[in-house]
């Protein structure tokens, strides 16, 4: 099932569930004291597609799902399951599944109740018999691998488990299109990552569409086919993890994605000064200008190369996994830079606490032209 | 784990202070209410309770029960869910409102009911003309014990559901249950203690309101007389020993809604421990 | 065969047992007359608290009151016929008694006459004349013997009453409040009561503990009677209640009355307890306050007199 | 168009009975609490604010206010006090028959106030068990102030502590540890941090006892002697008015009351949201 | 000041705080509904060392820093602080700081007042003039960058600087030792990395012994002088971030310390076989084995090498940061496996969902001997 959402936008009147835990420090508020939640929106989803809303707290992404869901009412335009328009049909009957973050488990009913719910929630004349109930809600319950627990309460399972009850729960109904709210977020890294595969491989067994909220980029890459970058009620960008990655529509999708190392500087002949740091940044134009670089996008050397003259201190050294993360710090630098290298060099450059090196960029990223721009190779020799 | 006031000495002192103060002020009226009761022996207990009148109010006061606590909890019920489940406008002001019955006193809530339904009332005379007592009589008494009873269930509720969120409710929605499936197999189940426990607390003000159902109760014996009026008349008899008997009555009453509310928490503790 | 009709009977609080023997006499009274099976219902509080409550829809059909005012205001509200007081004998009253002090045992503070009560030794109880018929007849009794004692002065009359206002310990809203309140709570050397109530608390009570003082003047008590026409009718109950009413009159009734230590006009009855009733002068509101309406405008309502007594 | 207005609006909550819940809850409340105060409404306006000024300041009346107010206030403080000890009691130790006293708490909320009122002036009469012990030193309770402090005392037991109780409960320990680590004693501990984080829910509870105490009538009237200018309490000179006949005298005093108590309340609830606002995040 | 624990052991009755928030599925249950916090244990921190203790959840870190704090009694050993014996004294006299996960600030304080409270606490003989106070919080203000929000209520902050504020209020008495307990877990990532980096210059400038739990592995290599992992109630390592990556002292600390793929299978003349995968592991005895190798210890390549026959295929693709995150499935594989590769290596071989590849180890670590083995290097030419 496609979805299609035109012109969707939202605003929040002044009171509301807003008034708790949600902070006010939100974005998008207007003079008086109402809301923006969405900008006008336009999204296409195709059919059996895996969907990320990603985006910082307060962004919008709750909000688009619900009203997707048709928990919440948008303020205008119009929202498409496949050729119906579903922009005024009552969340019962849009034929969808929504995973809730804290997994909204019917806390007094045992985890087979909570799945068979839906089922025993229809009306008697079209309701399946018990008996098709039962094997139905234990089908789905393999298929969460949680059979054996059928007969426990939701207060008696970890974490994961509920949020696997809860997904087998909103797909007894066999929906068209899943919405999952963070549906991740209240669980810790080890049970994430297993549940996020686990997302997956459901995902592709039953290519239902599915559309689901996170604010972790790792998860959003990982798990989407596309992904919408959100901030402020906007779409920012809307794409494949890999295009995402490296080729961020802004400032913001490049900030959003990764760390951020940043350069500040006077350009003057293709060459940036800062302090007593200077680096080659041909086809820049002259004036103060911000560039930026990720970590991985940092050598380190022991001493300066001919393109960039960029002396360093190491103030910190974190010898994990693949690659050795450092921070560096200069006189000419605002905030610390980070930089991770690879345990060879970690290794020849002798890398120690107060250590003085030279960082050589090896790209250079500008968001202050109208298309983004990437200043590659600067590699020396 | 080491906690303010947690020295032996602080803390047997305080309890001291704590149990003796509520063995005077709480645990000896209620031994005395029983001993004042069976002063005479149990054969004139009996001999009391058994008294037409006595039975009459015990009658009454059930009545008033009956009807009273449905009444409350089901205004108290969409209470609840209105102003925990919408937002709307004056939502506050409502909220404000059902706890008039906290500040009215007594007397003043059975005149404002005389001042409306008596024969020189606003409606007083279109009912006389019509023949429909309603002051004087057990529907007067009725409404009244409603009036003063009304927060309780909803009070109770308030907060719970408030604290519960519409989580829940929303997840039936999206699982396509219609309204009175959701209240009565999610809303329902959540909140059945603090449901229980403020039918426990609207029954036990219904049977014992006195002042303002003295107002509007007319005091005829046998007909029009609760249990708390029929002990005050009593008194006034000089029967001290009958009084008693009807208080003691009530005392049960009391005693049992708090065994009550005890196992009820008790309950709930358990359960929340058993998980 | 139908339900029994009922007459309800709306008197004032300490009656009770007064009225609880009376009722299945006249019910067997109207049986023998009538052949008719009825049934009595008794409510029982202040009776200006009875009087409001009938006013506000209680429907009684009788009203047997210890204060006269009680039944004029229901006359006034058109519940009570004008002309109520003319239509049963003695202004309507088939009983009467007076105030009479009641003391402990061995009449220790020596109390004789209602100027003993106005000693700085001797502490009082007796039910507040505000909400009470009782406390009214305390009041007026001690404002008549004043008026005689001090010939009329004013002055001296109100330096009285302050003293002896001064002395009440305890004002409860009721007759048996005070009662209670001197009995069982110990408090104050005299309780003022009716004399009938004085009889009852030593029965009660025990005849050792208490004595009883008549003081030589004090006030007629009466106790009205009236049908309260208008629910009589409604309630198709008019032959009944007059029935009610005339049977007080009645020889066996005033001598049930007699045995509750009311004095009766029957002379017959009357000739029978002589000796339980002390001869006393017994000053008529009519005579010394110029009748009730009167009395309570200059002495009862708000800012009248006793408010000023009281006012320091 | 106005069927599609209709259908939209009706879609606009995703939960269930609205519009049940709001005509069920507003024909009650309007029915139930409000009609009936409509009618003393009623009763005042046949009175001209120069007659209702002289009504309410008889200083018969006046002195009863004092003494109500008194009284009230006395028993909201020994409440406040009472029950700030039995909820720290209840939540922070263990004694054997705990359960019973917790359970003890909530007795004059079931039990009748006319029952309470009986018995308190039995066991406090001079001749009673405790009076009885008090005399000799002088104290008497029955029939003076005390006495009325005491009843209504009694019948407000409950609300402090339980509203202190929950939020003790819910109290972390790192609050106590807090301040245990920065040094501080016991004393100073309780005053500045544990106290002042109770502090609503004492304010609370303090306020409701005071509220009801003010209207308390069933339970005070037996004890207290109702003496002019000296023990007699306003509700009770409502029920005087009432014995004289007097709707539109019980009306005013009545409305005095009410407005107390509610202004009462409101300014519980105002100082509340605001304290409540700053203890949450102040700047929305 | 030196702290030295020696011998110190708890074990935890029935009741207590646990009912609340704490799963009683932690280890370390005894048959009798005991729990076994803390083995007994031996540690001893130098004059100004950062300590961090590491471990999962439930393996009695916050009990042992509770008990240093004196928030806890230990059922038995001692407790010294430089050569005083403090094991008695209460937490009031121990002139610790300590500082709370939550941060437990006192909400109806102003950040001032927060701050102030220690020195107000003191007996007034030897309580400093206000105006010394005043000097004093500003410092300490200054110090943790909050001047400005001395008239601030906690919750109109957000939560790095109650954090902030919670730790100037825990300095304030200048305590000898600083504790601190899971001081950034509530925190997302962004704040919590300028946390650390702040902590460690305050701690550099400052000079107290500090002592801080955590769960979090990297945030413990990154900060602290020397790591003491528990697990169980026991310590299991105490070393250099450094010595503990590459020395792991047995395969919990080895897992705990970052992803770990698992090969089993059975050897024979020093070649491992399972299924139709084969790997040279030289000097391993003949037998059923576990190998256990970390993500970045996997080279892929679209041919077996001579020395390794691992066949995979691609499950999953982040192509996130320095190094790109790839999933790997076959059917002798009980559990996926995950490996880092560069870039490079990822365009070179074009790797997509599903794609064939071949596995080759680079190291391999072996714990069912006495001493861990690593077998290295197997690389392939
Ligand atoms: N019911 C409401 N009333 C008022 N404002 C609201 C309401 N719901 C959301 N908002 C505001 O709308 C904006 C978007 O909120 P939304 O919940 O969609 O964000 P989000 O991206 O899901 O954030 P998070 O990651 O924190 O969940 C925020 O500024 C939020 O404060
Ligand atoms: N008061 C207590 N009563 C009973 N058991 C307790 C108590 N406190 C801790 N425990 C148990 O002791 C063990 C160690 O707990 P501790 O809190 O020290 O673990 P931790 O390492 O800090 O865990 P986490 O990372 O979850 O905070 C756990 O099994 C825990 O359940
Ligand atoms: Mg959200
Ligand atoms: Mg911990």
């Known amino acids: 099932m496609s979805i299609r959402l035109s012109q969707i936008d939202k605003t929040y009147g002044n009171k509301g569930r807003g008034s708790k835990g949600r902070g006010s420090k939100g974005h998008g508020h207007k003079d008086d004291g109402r809301t923006r939640a969405l900008e006008p929106i336009d999204l296409d989803i195709h059919d059996g597609e895996l969907i990320g809303l990603l985006g910082p707290s307060g962004s919008g992404k709750t909000t688009l799902l619900r009203i997707v869901a048709g928990l919440e009412q948008a303020d205008g335009g119009t929202i498409h399951f496949g050729e119906r328009e579903v922009t005024h049909v009552h969340v019962r009957d849009r034929r969808i599944g929504f995973v809730f973050q804290h997994y909204a488990l019917f806390r007094h009913m045992s985890v087979f109740d909570n799945v068979a719910f839906g089922l025993t929630a229809m009306p008697r004349s079209q309701r399946p018999s018990s008996g098709e109930i039962r094997t139905r809600v234990m089908q789905l319950l393999e298929m969460v691998r949680l059979q054996d627990f059928a007969e426990r309460f939701p207060a008696q399972l970890s974490g994961g488990q509920q949020q696997r009850v809860s997904l087998a729960r909103a797909l007894a109904l066999k929906p068209d299109v899943l919405l999952l709210d963070e549906p991740f977020g209240a669980l810790d890294a080890k049970v994430r990552q297993e549940l996020r595969r686990w997302l997956r491989h459901l995902h592709e067994e039953l290519h239902f569409t599915s559309l689901f909220v996170t604010h972790d980029q790792e998860e959003a890459l990982e798990l989407s ?25 802004n400032r913001f999708v490049f900030e959003f994605l990764g760390d951020v190392n940043r350069l500040e500087g006077d350009i003057e002949d293709e060459v940036l000064t800062c302090g007593n740091a200077r680096v080659a940044v041909p086809g820049v134009e002259d004036g103060r200008r911000e560039l930026l670089l990720r970590p991985h996008e940092i050598r380190l050397d022991d001493q300066p190369g001919p393109r960039a003259h960029l002396p360093v201190s190491v103030t910190a050294v974190v010898p994990v996994g693949a690659e050795v993360r450092i921070e560096l710090e200069a006189d000419w630098l605002g905030e610390p830079w980070l930089a991770t290298i690879s345990h060879a060099d970690f290794e020849r450059l002798a890398i120690t606490r107060g250590k003085r090196l030279y960082a050589q960029p090896s790209r250079l990223h500008r968001f202050d032209t109208p298309r983004p721009q990437t200043l590659a190779p600067l590699s020396i020799s | 784990m080491i906690r303010i006031g947690d020295a032996p000495s602080v803390r047997r002192l305080l309890i001291g202070i704590a149990l003796t103060l509520t063995a005077l002020l709480l645990l000896l009226p209620l031994v005395a209410i029983f001993a004042q009761a069976l002063m005479s022996g149990i054969d004139v207990y009996w001999q009391n309770l058994s008294d037409t009148y006595t039975l009459a109010a015990i009658g009454l006061t059930l009545l008033v029960a009956v009807i009273t606590v449905p009444v409350n909890l089901i205004f108290g019920v969409f209470l609840a869910w209105l102003v925990t489940r919408f937002a709307f406008p004056g939502r506050r002001l409502l909220q404000t409102l059902i706890d008039i019955p906290f500040a009215v006193s007594p007397v003043v809530a059975g005149l404002v009911y005389l001042l409306l339904y008596g024969r020189n009332g606003w409606l007083g005379g279109w009912l006389d003309a019509h023949d429909i007592q309603i002051m004087f009589a057990w529907p007067g008494i009725v409404l009244v014990t409603v009036f003063v009873t009304c927060p309780f269930v909803a009070r109770e509720l308030i907060p719970l559901m408030q604290a519960q969120g519409s989580r829940e409710e929303e997840a039936a929605v999206t699982l396509g249950a219609s309204g009175w499936t959701i209240f009565r197999r999610v809303t329902l189940p959540n909140i059945r203690h603090a449901l229980l426990y403020g039918v426990i607390l609207t029954n036990a003000r219904a049977v014992g309101e006195f002042g303002a159902v003295s107002v509007v109760a007319g005091a005829i014996r046998g007909q029009t007389n609760t249990l708390p009026l029929q002990v005050e008349q009593l008194y006034q008899d000089y029967n001290t020993v009958g009084a008693f008997t009807s208080a003691s ?15 009820l928490e008790w309950r709930a503790a358990r359960r929340e421990t058993a998980t | 065969q139908d339900e029994p009709r009922e007459l309800l009977n709306s008197s004032y609080d300490i009656a009770r047992e007064l009225f609880a023997a009376v009722n299945p006499k006249f019910i067997d009274w109207w049986q023998a007359q009538h052949d008719e099976t009825v049934s009595v219902q008794q409510s029982h509080g202040g009776s200006s608290t009875q009087a ?145 109530e004085v009889n009852n608390i030593r029965n009660e009570y025990g005849k ?64 029978e307890f002589s000796d339980q009733f002390p001869q006393t002068e017994l000053l008529r509101v009519e005579d010394v306050f110029g009748g009730w309406p009167e009395a309570m405008k200059t002495h009862f309502a708000s800012g009248g007199e006793l408010d000023q007594l009281q006012r320091r | 168009m106005i069927a599609q207005a209709l259908t939209r609006r009706r879609e606009r909550r995703v939960l269930p009975g609205f519009g049940l819940s709001l005509g069920v809850s507003l024909t009650f409340v309007s029915l139930v609490l409000l009609l009936p105060l409509t009618s003393l409404v009623g009763q005042l306006s046949q009175l001209s604010w120069s007659q209702y000024w ?23 403080l020994f409440n406040a006090v009472f029950g700030l000890l039995m909820a720290w009691v209840l939540v922070r130790y263990e004694f054997p028959g705990k359960r019973l006293v917790d359970a003890l708490m909530d007795l004059p909320f079931a039990l009748p106030t006319a029952v309470a009122g009986i018995t308190l002036a039995t066991l406090y009469s001079s001749n009673g068990w405790i009076g009885r012990l008090l005399e000799p030193l002088g104290i008497s309770v029955s029939y003076t102030w005390i006495g009325i402090a005491l009843a209504m005392a009694f ?59 003010l209207g308390e009538f069933g339970a005070v ?35 005095i009351v009410l407005a107390t108590s509610l202004a009462l309340l409101l300014a519980i609830n105002l100082w509340q949201g605001r304290f409540i606002k700053r203890l949450h995040g102040g700047r929305g």
Do not use: C
């Open chain 3, 52 to 196: 409001r409550s009938i006013m506000q829809g209680l429907r009684a059909d009788v009203v047997t009151f210890n204060q006269v005012t009680d039944v004029n205001v229901l006359a006034d509200a058109g519940l009570v016929a004008e002309d109520w007081q003319d239509r049963y004998p003695n202004h309507a009253s088939p009983y009467y008694s007076t105030t009479a002090f009641l003391v402990r045992k061995g009449n220790p503070k020596q109390i004789e006459n209602w100027d003993d009560l106005a000693r700085d030794d001797v502490s009082l109880v007796f039910p507040n004349p505000k909400t009470s018929g009782n406390g009214r007849y305390t009041y007026l009794a001690a404002w008549g013997y004043a008026d005689q004692a001090f010939d009329g002065d004013k002055a001296k009359i109100e330096e009285y009453m302050k003293t002896f206002l001064g002395n009440v310990e305890v004002f409860d809203t009721g007759g048996r409040g005070a009662t209670t309140t001197f009995v069982e709570r110990g408090i104050g050397d005299v309780l003022i009561t009716f004399e009938s």
């Open chain 3, 208 to 271: 050792d503990d208490y004595e009883v003082v008549v003081p030589p003047v004090s006030i007629l008590a009466e106790f009205p009677v009236a049908v309260v026409d208008e629910y009589a009718e409604r309630n198709g109950n008019e032959d009944l209640a007059n029935g009610y009413l005339d049977y007080l009159y009645t020889e066996e009734a005033q001598r049930l009355l007699a045995g509750f230590n009311y004095r009766v006009n029957d002379e017959k009855v009357a000739a």
């Open chain 1, 225 to 249: 086919d596309r992904v919408v970058v959100m901030s402020n009620g906007r779409v920012e960008q809307i794409a494949t993890p890999d295009t995402l990655y490296r080729q961020p529509a």
């Open chain 4, 221 to 255: 009237i037996f004890i207290a002697g109702g003496k002019p200018y000296e023990t007699e309490i306003t509700s009770l000179m409502i029920f005087v008015k009432l014995q004289e006949y007097d709707y539109a005298g019980a009306s005013a005093v009545a409305s």
């Open chain 4, 155 to 213: 019948t407000s037991i409950p609300f402090v502590v339980r509203t202190v109780q929950p939020v003790l409960e819910d109290l972390p320990a790192e609050v106590d540890e807090a301040a245990m680590t920065l040094g501080a004693s016991d004393g100073l501990a309780f005053r500045r941090v544990i106290l002042p984080y109770l502090w609503p829910a004492l304010v609370t509870g303090t306020g409701l006892a005071f509220v009801r105490s």
């Open chain 2, 249 to 263: 009555l009530l005392a049960l009453l009391a005693l049992l809604t708090l065994a009550a509310k005890a196992a």
């Open chain 4, 54 to 76: 002289f009504l309410i300041t008889d200083p018969r009346l006046l002195a009863s206010y004092t003494v109500t107010l008194l009284a009230a206030a006395v028993a909201a």
